[in-house]
């Protein structure tokens, strides 16, 4: 290789690493901003009453089926054939609803999905854009989310907007909230 190239070589790779050091990165803790908004707290406390009140109608559905059951094993040697296969279709029946009411409650994009995209995205949706607005004020190339799935080994707190997005909602930041 001459010595032009090992030149341009050099050169290319100290212009592409200027360039990359020019990106301004930050972060917020998605989390910590959603504790700081009442509404997302209601949202949650109405997510988990509903939870709550479903899993106790699954629960109440699938008791039955073992009264039913027992029941049914108890009174199975003096019922005839045709008495024992209506019996057996019963509790398969009542097994079989009581699965899809708790598949339609809780299963992918069931009742409680539902009710947490109408609920929860209007808020997770206006902090997106404040994160957005705070991106565009600051002249922020990218903003990570240290509560998600992204894994921080070290995270330098000043680069932390977290408190920027609460006071830009509206609210108060309260460091008591975060978790370290």
Request: charged share 30%.
């Amino acid at each position: 290789m001459s010595i032009k190239k090992i030149i341009g070589v050099v050169v290319l790779m100290v212009v592409t690493s200027s360039a990359a050091l020019a990106q301004r990165f930050a972060y917020v803790d998605s989390e910590y901003i959603l504790k700081h908004i009442p509404e997302y707290l209601a949202a949650q406390k109405q997510l988990d009453a509903l939870s709550v009140q479903w899993q106790e109608e699954v629960d109440n559905r699938f008791a039955e089926i073992e009264k039913l059951y027992k029941a049914y094993q108890e009174d199975q040697v003096l019922l005839s054939e045709e008495m024992r296969r209506k019996r057996e279709d019963e509790i398969v029946l009542k097994e079989r609803e009581a699965r899809e009411f708790q598949r339609q409650k809780f299963g992918f994009e069931g009742d409680l999905f539902q009710e947490r995209i109408k609920l929860v995205k209007p808020i997770q949706d206006r902090v997106a854009q404040a994160i957005q607005t705070i991106a565009t004020d600051q002249s922020l190339d990218i903003i990570l989310d240290k509560g998600s799935e992204v894994t921080f080994l070290y995270a330098n707190p000043k680069l932390d907007k977290s408190n920027d997005v609460i006071t830009r909602l509206g609210y108060k930041p309260d460091p008591s909230l975060a978790e370290n």
